[in-house]
């Protein structure tokens, strides 16, 4: 049996590399040879024990490759052929999907719906930190990468270019908005590009690293906030002559950002979430006009599928978004353990790393 390379989550606290069967494919499944993938803050959240997966379980849903083997059923492609698929997979025909809630794919379940199921590398099945992956339902997730484009400029595409950028879609920003994003993260950056494509003429960002308030700055920003400088909703008033935000894009998942975020709303904005939480949120009263204020809360999880993933790629081919920037540090699949360890502590001014075996 052929061995591979793979990022393992053993248990809290520890992913290690070691070596796993390369799988077997199915009539409709896809085996894709990783040429370069990344580290989630999901991932992190799984190597803290804060996001539970089975031991064993290879980590990571950000792949970008080569078709190694197709399936005896899977029409429309060849081997050899570069490809990405979406962190979201899904698998195109449960009730879920064919009502728009892919993220939320329930094949296989009675009524067709299932909370996150459309997230399964690195969640329920295999992920693509390893040498190889297997995507199931490929005529449905895989996206043929255009020759011009290299790995570096859609490698943001899976899962963070797609999840930032439903923040604003979520949000419904329109042309002449004001949009406040918490948290410059990767995904938060993405927010703020994803705020600008959709119209939005003020654009707040919130952080408190100088490194990432001028990648923010570059990608549309108008103002940047620094939370330690004093009350970040007080700052946000002040800019906007106290009228508050028309959305307010929460990338970070902590219930200090929340509060801020519907703190920081007009009357009738929206409060679009991103971010994933690890323990329950309590909504502030008065911030929430005591259930009156005609405001929404939203969240999203990141839209995948293969006609998602050729529209990204289309908005890196024409230049109007460059996120190649977002790739701050690089790693041989091998020392995976060291980008961990990089990561999770956000050392040396991290934003993303690349992975390539």
């Given at each position: 049996m052929q061995k591979m390379k793979a990022a393992i989550f053993v248990e809290k606290g520890r992913i290690v590399l070691d070596e796993k069967p390369i799988p077997d494919v199915g009539p409709l499944d896809a085996l894709i040879r990783i040429t370069t993938t990344?580290?989630?803050?999901?991932?992190?959240?799984i190597l803290k024990g804060e996001y539970p997966v089975e031991k064993g379980l290879t980590i990571g849903h950000e792949p970008v490759g080569i078709i190694e083997k197709l399936g005896s059923a899977v029409e429309g492609y060849a081997e050899g052929q570069r490809v990405i698929a979406g962190a979201i997979t899904p698998s195109g025909h449960s009730y879920a999907c064919l009502c728009g809630c892919g993220s939320q794919d329930g094949a296989g379940t009675k009524h067709g719906f299932k909370a996150m199921g459309g997230w399964k590398f690195g969640n329920t099945i295999d992920g693509c930190q390893a040498e190889y992956v297997l995507v199931?339902?490929?005529?449905?997730?895989?996206?043929?990468?255009?020759d011009h484009l290299t790995d570096d400029q859609v490698l943001m595409c899976p899962d963070i270019m797609s999840t930032g950028f439903s923040g604003a879609e979520s949000g419904g920003v329109r042309i002449g908005d004001t949009v406040v994003v918490f948290a410059l993260g990767p995904i938060g950056l993405c927010a703020v590009?994803?705020?600008?494509?959709?119209?939005a003429t003020t654009i707040i960002g919130v952080d408190t690293l100088a490194s990432r308030m001028e990648?923010?700055?570059?990608?549309g920003a108008d103002h940047v906030i620094d939370f330690k400088a004093g009350d970040p909703v007080e700052q946000i008033m002040a800019l906007t002559d106290g009228r508050g935000v028309d959305v307010a894009i929460e990338a970070l998942?902590?219930?200090?950002?929340?509060?801020?975020a519907l703190q920081s709303l007009r009357p009738g904005g929206t409060l679009s979430s991103l971010g994933v939480y690890s323990s329950d949120l309590t909504i502030p009263l008065g911030a929430f006009s005591a259930g009156l204020g005609d405001n929404k809360i939203v969240t999203t999880l990141c839209p995948g599928g293969k006609e998602r993933m050729r529209r990204l790629m289309e908005v890196c081919a024409s230049g109007r978004v460059d996120l190649k920037p977002?790739?701050?540090?690089?790693f041989r699949l091998d020392d995976i353990e060291e980008a961990y360890e990089l990561f999770a502590n956000?050392?040396?001014?991290?934003l993303k790393v690349a992975i390539q075996p």
């Open positions: 990344t580290i989630c803050g999901t991932d992190v959240h199931k339902d490929a005529m449905a997730n895989l996206s043929p990468i255009p590009a994803g705020a600008k494509l959709m119209g990648v923010a700055r570059k990608l998942g902590t219930q200090a950002t929340f509060r801020s977002l790739v701050t540090h690089r956000q050392r040396d001014g991290v």
